[in-house]
């Protein structure tokens, strides 16, 4: 199995442009996690998906963030406009049932996003 | 609120040097607590999932186990690849089932 994959892997961008974030999941898993993770906050959730239907977004920090389920092989973050305290880490994860008896979820590599 | 909480925040041992890692976590009703591995510029990966108190779990020179209250992550004669940042991860019963990560522990083992 190749794993949770994401696109691109370091992006370094201009404050005010728009970013795309890409992830494909493990095939066969229902659900879809986005993660941020930074040295000040950690590992934050922003939102997951369940059978390609958004379930919690509450963590989207702001309006400028948005994610998108189109199919149950592709994901997208997007930051529209980006800012310099979006610079972070950005994960994509998935899981199998997720909510029963504990079933793992795994991570991408992540994406490096810096907005200058 | 559940709440899990990480200690140490960063941990230097020597090889050989063995030690143990806490996550204390206040959820109600534990349906797992995850313990994953996260290697510089990598994403998490995955290397427990305990499930209830007295339970234990081993992989090479990791044992975590898990109480009412918190789990510890043992690493017995740690060798320098053990070098990682440890991240705990407790999913909740009751509703709401999104696992909550703690900070985690930063591990330095020097040759």
């Known amino acids: 199995d190749a794993g949770v994959i994401q696109s691109p892997r370091h992006e370094v961008t201009e404050m005010g442009q728009e970013v795309t974030l890409r992830c494909k999941p493990i095939s066969g898993h229902d659900y879809l996690f986005w993660y941020r993770q930074t040295m000040m906050r950690g590992l934050e959730l922003l939102i997951y998906?369940?059978?390609?239907?958004?379930?919690?977004d509450s963590g989207m920090p702001e309006d400028r963030f948005s994610a998108k389920m189109p199919n149950a092989s592709f994901s997208t973050l997007k930051i529209q406009p980006s800012e310099p305290r979006d610079s972070a880490v950005y994960f994509c994860?998935?899981?199998?049932?997720?909510?029963?008896?504990?079933?793992?979820?795994?991570f991408g590599e992540g994406s490096w996003l810096t907005v200058v | 609120e559940d709440q899990v909480t990480q200690s140490p925040e960063a941990l230097r041992l020597q090889e050989g040097e063995s030690s143990s890692l806490n996550c204390s976590y206040t959820?109600?009703?534990?349906?797992?607590l995850f313990w994953y591995r996260q290697d510089p510029g990598k994403g998490p990966e995955f290397l427990f999932t305990l499930y209830s108190a007295g339970e234990e779990k081993e992989k090479e020179r990791l044992k975590a186990t898990l109480t009412k209250k918190e789990s510890f992550l043992h690493i017995t004669a740690p060798k320098p690849e053990d070098s990682a940042t440890y991240l705990c991860a407790v999913q909740a019963g009751g509703g709401s089932y999104i696992p909550t990560f703690g900070r985690g522990t930063s591990l330095i083992v020097h040759p």
């Open positions: 959820v109600s009703g534990l349906r797992g």
């Open positions: 998906f369940n059978n390609n239907v958004p379930i919690d």
């Open positions: 994860a998935s899981s199998f049932r997720a909510f029963s008896s504990g079933n793992t979820i795994y």
